[in-house]
């Protein structure tokens, strides 16, 4: 879990440290169903920062409706080299259908 600030960053090193991301590389950043997957792409227009974290563009924050201070689940997927940034609705909708599953619709 990580903190966005004010400036959409979210700074966490393990995961940049088990991607082996470090500043300055340039980055992919798309909206997916809801989540936020970023990729180390050469031809990106976004990079890590000097400090080593991932800047959310403002318009990707609006899309996902996050706001400075939300908490998101950062999930690192080093095998195919991206971040995948779970949302608290994304995170919401994900517990309770799991829940359903479990409990079958019925809460005690």
Do not use: Y
Not at 4 to 9: K, Q
Not at 23 to 45: F, M, T, Y
Not at 67 to 84: C, K, M, N, Q, W
């Amino acid at each position: 879990m990580a903190t966005l600030d004010s400036h959409g960053r979210i700074a966490d090193r393990s995961a940049m440290k088990g991607l082996h991301w470090s500043p300055g590389l340039r980055l992919h950043i798309k909206e997916r169903r809801g989540l936020i997957v970023v990729s180390a792409d050469n031809q990106g227009v976004f990079k890590v920062t000097k400090e080593g974290h991932v800047r959310l563009p403002a318009v990707v924050r609006q899309w996902c409706g996050l706001a400075a201070g939300d908490r998101v689940l950062i999930v690192a997927e080093p095998a195919s080299g991206r971040l995948v940034v779970h949302p608290p609705g994304k995170l919401d909708e994900m517990i309770t259908q799991a829940h359903d599953a479990v409990f079958g619709g019925e809460h005690e």
